[in-house]
């Protein structure tokens, strides 16, 4: 061969050895990015695998947590609570729930509702035990719907915690403790959230309509869980459930008083004392009670009045009347806030503290006139 040919076959050499190189280069490349491929999928799909996981077990953590929350709860007031059966002289006139939420050397304390109460003369306590003891009423307060009894202190071991209404949120978990329909579901739990905050609900006393202001909640509530215990779910009790409130034919809505409101006035409950309300001298009547206004009063009311408290009656010389106010006055403000009907001028007025001057918006005629009553006397005695 000559040396032409050498050559051609040394370039013919190089060049397959370029090529095979090429290849190889190629394979390697192929695979380590096969190798990288294979972790990113495997360990992402690791990874999913494990956040799945971890969020599935925070779940049942999570809900594991919760059950054994409420249920630490429950028994936290549960031995607490107690079933109230009331009897004038003769018979029973009614029963409810209630709870005990203060102890000292002698006796132990009882909160109920005081429409459970009210008709009675004779108070049996039995505690979830079945024990049964006799009750004396320290004294309750018919606008707030509390009443307190008082027990032998050894009877009583457990205590309830009062919580915190003023904190309470939309969607709170709470539980109820009661006796529904009577005593043989004595210690019946319900549980549901908190539905509404601050609510105003129209109830009826013996003394009239008046306004209250309450916890909403979906928990069941029924007749003979007045006077029970709404509680969070740390098991303090932040509010005292009341089916005076729940209309006819009203379902998942239950209502109770915030403890807070209950807290404000206990030492006066406690000792005895009447609660102070200012009286200022008027009988009121609805705008929508027209025959009463017209035909016992002789009361005409614009047809430009639409909401307020109408003044049926000034009693001489008392604050309405040093105020100048007169019958067929219609009141439609006090201290800024819009009064909408005897209820609520009430809820407004019982706010406020002896000593204290408001100011009055009414309408006389068609004009709206302003004045200031000083509140200087108290509710009368019932």
């Not at 956040?51 to 936290?76: G, Q, R, Y």
Request: negative net charge; proline residues 1%; charged residues 25%.
């Amino acid at each position: 061969m000559d040396k032409k040919g050498i050559n051609e076959k040394i370039k013919e050499y190089k060049k397959n050895i370029d090529v095979d190189r090429f290849k190889v280069v190629i394979l390697v490349a192929t695979f380590f990015l096969g190798c990288i491929f294979m972790y990113i999928v495997i360990n992402v799909s690791e990874k999913g695998a494990v956040t799945k996981k971890v969020i599935n077990e925070n779940i049942k953590t999570t809900t594991l947590e919760e059950t054994s929350d409420l249920k630490l709860a429950i028994n936290n007031v549960y031995e607490s609570t107690v079933y109230i059966e009331v009897s004038d002289n003769y018979n029973q006139v009614a029963s409810g729930s209630g709870f005990i939420y203060k102890k000292d050397d002698k006796y132990a304390y009882i909160l109920t509702n005081y429409h459970v109460i009210e008709d009675g003369t004779i108070f049996k306590v039995t505690f979830t035990d079945k024990q049964e003891v006799e009750a004396t009423l320290v004294n309750g307060d018919e606008y707030y719907d509390i009443a307190v009894l008082k027990v032998d202190a050894s009877s009583v071991e457990k205590v309830a915690t009062l919580g915190n209404s003023s904190n309470l949120e939309l969607g709170d978990s709470v539980f109820t403790i009661g006796a529904p329909l009577g005593k043989e579901y004595m210690g019946t739990i319900t549980k549901g959230i908190i539905s509404g905050i601050n609510r105003q609900v129209s109830v009826s006393l013996k003394s009239g309509s008046y306004l209250m202001e309450v916890i909403q909640t979906d928990a069941s509530i029924n007749s003979g869980n007045s006077g029970g215990p709404i509680c969070n779910i740390k098991g303090e009790v932040i509010g005292i459930t009341s089916s005076k409130l729940i209309g006819s034919g009203v379902e998942g809505m239950g209502f109770a008083i915030p403890i807070d409101s209950v807290v404000s006035i206990i030492d006066s409950i406690e000792s005895g004392e009447k609660i102070e309300r200012p009286y200022i001298g008027v009988q009121l009547l609805d705008l929508t009670n027209t025959f009463a206004l017209q035909y016992y009063h002789n009361i005409r009311i614009s047809d430009d009045v639409t909401f307020g408290a109408v003044l049926s009656y000034i009693e001489e010389d008392k604050p309405a009347d040093k105020a100048n106010l007169k019958i067929g006055d219609v009141v439609i403000e006090l201290d800024g806030e819009k009064v909408m009907d005897v209820s609520h001028f009430k809820y407004l007025l019982y706010k406020h503290k002896i000593g204290d001057k408001i100011k009055i918006k009414y309408y006389r005629g068609n004009k709206i006139e302003e004045t200031t009553v000083e509140l200087t006397e108290t509710i009368k005695s019932e």
